[in-house]
């Protein structure tokens, strides 16, 4: 959005300074993005007068001429049709950049002859596109700033134009008058009230009928216009010229030029039809889709399906608030004018407009939002201007649809400001700033103006205020202390835990990975998942068709791209979801961890070696007694069928109640994921590790026993097939109280044992509670772990 410092001026009354216009502009929301300002681009221009103009020796089209200036008389040669004695000019002086030519002078020789500096032309100061001669200048004193002259004799020459950036939310901003509002009510200056522009008497009806089909009813709620006969269209005024393009824009007749000016200073886009041009009605419609039309800007479209447009018997003449067809344009040759003005549904107008991908100020501003409440007003005022300047006689106003009903009103609460802002404004100040904003108060009540679509309730008002008033006043202040003490922990128990194993796993050396959720069919397969359940309805491609049964085949698979580069030696893992249903809920979180190859690098001392399954299991219990574990748990065996099947445990309460697996991967899983061994897992379930008691997150007390435990050893005889581990639960539940621990240490097959039989020893430690044990109760206590054992394995001890 672009205007001129005078074109402000005209709707604000204002003594404010060019740095303060822009200071407040952009507190006020309406960042100012540029600044041109002409009369700095003009410093060290001054004026000069030419007391002798000779022939040049040497050119028949030069001359070189005497110049008085403010550093004595120079000489200069100019090549100007114009150049005489007794003419004030301007001077450029050696070492000054000329914006027309974009080159510095300096003192030169042009055919012989010195120059030292240049009268300029108006092209040459970027002024207009004169370059006929040297300017001419009709007073001014030698020595005086060029700049200053302008400022003072021609001030459109050297208005600033700012550019500001516009919110999507402040379509009232994208017209002069809207910003000079806004500034208005900081206390800027005082918002000007629009001049009269009163219609001439009409001359009738409207020959021109207009008419809204049903199906763009919603898209078109107003189209209204008025037909000017016998206008006489040509070159508009200079001060509307000099307007239009100090903002970028080429004048181009009185009639566009009218319809530019209410674009950018009222926010008022309208359209002008040649009326001799138009054949029958005009029909506003959604295209069928492909019709073509020839543009204004003589580029043809063919418009989408759905699309506003403007049509009458020779077909589509306008893209519905967006750009006109060059076939029902005006020209010089224009006598009648149909002047219309429309208000369009925003949605419609910006799917158009990226459809076609036209960029039109008239669609800047409709799909943002206009003043409904203008419409006819706006159409008024541009024929009134349009008679003032190309003459002619208006008719009446015809008009399809009406012009919608936006009146709204929200409370106005005054304490808000302070607890929704936390600024104090007093109340009779928040209804002032209102009512210079042209909001209507009635009570507590503010009337929306028409021009304000983005205020749609209570705290769009405290906004408003706080906005005028300025957020820069707003002071820091200390919040009360709503709560007291240590605040409420805001993880949930599991995402607790989720945490303590992910730095539990990092500190036992391990590589955190993110893996997808989704695996193929194949891999789904090996870890129990891979059914219609878990598949994805549309997956992004075969390799990730279904939601992953376990995390550990995406650790697999990218362990094996670490090792097709050549990194053998790895520990990652991986807290996550994996899924054992379709449904929702059907899914559980899962901690896995793998190692691969050694346990470090080589070593002349022996220090590395392969990964086993004790590696997969001490990690486990370590991740384990971090997230709470019971320290008391079972290892027994039928794990899932992706570990080996006679190298791997389940941690367990209880047969039914499982903590965790760990042992080594499967051979065909590692087959068929393309990885080399040794590779070694164990996944954790945390949500089956059951709650604390005690809901206290203090550290309990360390109890410490200072009497002395004891060992014994037991040796079993026992069948071949008998699992040690079955001796080791057995032992141990001989009395949960007193025994600590026990292990396994030896295993003795074949000799007098015979075929079939083995021998396991155990080492029990017995620790004590509340006394030392004497001996017969260490014998009574030894008994009882040979009688279960015996019961639970058929073992006999051995002699």
Excluded at 741 to 749: A, G, P, Q, S
Aim: proline letters at 6%; hydrophobic letters at 40%; one cysteine or more.
């Amino acid at each position: 959005m672009k205007f001129t410092l005078s074109w402000l001026k005209d709707h604000l009354e204002t003594t404010a300074t060019l740095p303060e216009i822009l200071d407040t502009l952009t507190d006020l929301g309406l960042e100012v993005e540029g600044v041109e300002d002409p009369a700095a681009r003009l410093r060290g221009f001054t004026l000069a007068k030419v007391t002798e103009a000779e022939q040049h020796p040497d050119a028949d089209r030069l001359r070189v001429c005497k110049v008085t200036t403010d550093e004595g008389e120079k000489q200069i040669v100019c090549g100007a049709p114009n150049a005489r004695a007794g003419i004030t000019v301007v001077l450029a002086k050696p070492g000054m950049y000329i914006p027309g030519l974009d080159i510095t002078i300096s003192v030169g020789k042009i055919r012989g002859v010195e120059s030292h500096g240049m009268m300029a032309s108006e092209r040459e100061l970027e002024l207009s596109d004169e370059h006929d001669g040297i300017i001419e200048l009709p007073s001014g004193e030698v020595g005086e700033e060029f700049a200053d002259w302008l400022a003072q004799h021609r001030p459109a020459a050297v208005d600033p134009v700012i550019e500001i950036a516009i919110t999507p939310n402040r379509p009232d901003a994208l017209g002069v008058r809207g910003v000079a509002r806004d500034l208005a009510a900081r206390g800027l200056g005082t918002l000007k009230p629009l001049p009269d522009a009163p219609l001439p008497a009409t001359t009738g009806p409207c020959p021109v009928e207009v008419t809204i089909a049903d199906n763009a009813a919603d898209g078109c709620h107003v189209f209204a216009g008025r037909l000017i006969r016998g206008v006489k269209n040509g070159p508009s005024p200079a001060w509307l010229q000099q307007k239009l393009r100090a903002i970028g824009l080429r004048p181009i007749s009185a009639l566009v030029d009218v319809t530019n000016l209410f674009t950018h200073d009222l926010n008022r886009p309208l359209h002008v039809f040649d009326a001799d041009k138009i054949a029958g009605p005009l029909r506003i419609h959604r295209a069928a889709g492909g019709e073509e039309l020839l543009a204004l800007d003589e580029k043809t479209y063919a418009m989408p399906q759905g699309a506003l447009v403007i049509s009458d018997d020779n077909g589509v003449e306008s893209i519905g608030g967006i750009m006109g067809g060059l076939a029902s344009g005006c020209t010089e040759e224009t006598q009648n004018v149909f002047v219309e003005a429309a208000f369009w549904d925003f949605v419609s107008i910006a799917h158009a407009g990226r459809a076609l991908k036209v960029n039109s100020d008239a669609r800047y501003r409709n799909e943002r939002g206009i003043d409904p409440g203008f419409n006819m007003e706006g159409l008024d005022r541009a024929c009134a201007l349009i008679v003032d300047l190309c003459g002619g006689a208006v008719s009446d106003v015809v008009t399809a649809g009406a012009v919608p009903d936006v009146a709204r009103a929200y409370r106005l609460d005054t304490d808000r400001c302070s607890s929704l802002v936390g600024m104090d404004i007093p109340a009779d100040d928040q209804r002032a700033t209102l009512e210079r904003l042209g909001f209507v108060m009635e009570g507590d009540m503010a009337h929306v103006p028409s021009w304000r679509p983005d205020v749609q309730g209570e705290a769009d008002l405290v906004e408003e205020v706080a906005r005028i008033a300025s957020l820069t006043r707003l002071e820091p202040k200390p919040m009360p202390r709503v709560t007291a003490g240590v605040p409420r922990p805001i993880l949930t128990p599991l995402q607790a835990r989720e945490q303590r194993a992910r730095r539990t796993a990092a500190a036992l050396g391990y590589n955190e990975c993110v893996t997808y959720s989704f695996i193929d069919r194949a891999a789904a397969t090996l870890f129990g998942g891979g059914d219609d359940a878990t598949m994805v309805a549309n997956p992004i491609s075969s390799e990730m068709s279904h939601m992953r049964p376990a995390l550990l085949p995406g650790l697999l698979q990218a362990a094996a791209r670490n090792q097709a580069r050549g990194f053998t030696d790895m520990a990652l893992f991986e807290v996550g979801a994996a899924w054992h249903g379709g449904e929702p809920g059907e899914q559980h979180t899962q901690v896995t961890g793998l190692l691969v190859g050694r346990t470090g690098p080589k070593d002349v001392h022996g220090a590395s070696r392969p990964v086993d399954v004790y590696d997969a299991k001490a990690d486990a219990e370590a991740i384990l007694a971090a997230l709470g574990a019971p320290a008391k748990v079972q290892i027994l065996r039928d794990g899932p069928d992706y570990l080996h099947p006679g190298r791997h445990g389940r941690i367990c309460l209880g047969p039914k109640k499982m903590l965790a697996a760990f042992g080594e991967v499967h051979p065909r899983v590692l087959q068929a994921l393309d990885v080399k061994g040794p590779a070694v897992a164990f996944t954790l379930w945390p949500e089956e590790i059951p709650q604390p008691r005690n809901s206290d997150t203090a550290r309990p007390a360390l109890h410490l026993n200072d009497l002395q435990a004891v060992d014994r050893d037991f040796a079993f005889v026992v069948d071949a097939d008998v699992q040690a581990l079955d001796l080791v639960n057995a032992a141990a539940g001989a009395d949960k109280t007193l025994i600590a621990e026990v292990r396994v240490f030896d295993e003795f097959i074949g000799g007098s044992l015979g075929e079939g039989r083995k021998s396991l020893a155990l080492t029990v430690r017995v620790q004590p509670v509340d006394k030392t044990l004497t001996e017969k109760e260490i014998e009574a206590l030894s008994q009882k772990i040979v009688d279960k054992v015996a019961k639970a394995t058929g073992g006999t001890l051995r002699g």
